[in-house]
Nanobody, 114 residues
Framework: QEQLVESGGGLVQPGGSLRLSCAAS??????MGWFRQAPGLQREFVAL???????NYAASVRGRFTISRDNAKNTVYLQTNSLKAEDTAVYYC??????????WGQGTQVTVSS
């Protein structure tokens, strides 16, 4: 079974940056990306990137976050800049390879606080 392993979360002050990573153990996914879930709220889309490098972002992070991928390493990255308190959430990596079910990582906590 495919595993997605996230890393890079942590505690950061407002205005700071973090770089999240997500490594896939086996498959090359056609689309990889990130969702996040804050306490008491539904999981929401953050960003995605296709195998050819096309990207899409949620309006709330556009201009602050940058998604990229290294297909040779089967890894996707999320560079988060100008972090705000409302970015605090568990960030989940996902991978799509139709017709297989979406694969999810276990999540990594990002906390933005002074």
């Amino acid at each position: 079974q495919e595993q997605l392993v996230e890393s890079g979360g942590g505690l950061v002050q407002p205005g700071g940056s973090l770089r999240l990573s997500c490594a896939a153990s086996q498959k090359i996914f056609s689309v990889m990306g990130w969702f996040r879930q804050a306490p008491g709220l539904q999981r929401e889309f953050v960003a995605l990137i296709t195998v050819s490098g096309n990207t899409n972002y949620a309006a709330s992070v556009r201009g602050r976050f940058t998604i990229s991928r290294d297909n040779a390493k089967n890894t996707v990255y999320l560079q988060t800049n100008s972090l705000k308190a409302e970015d605090t959430a568990v960030y989940y990596c996902f991978g799509d390879k139709p017709p297989l079910p979406r694969a999810w990582g276990q999540g990594t906590q990002v906390t933005v606080s002074s």
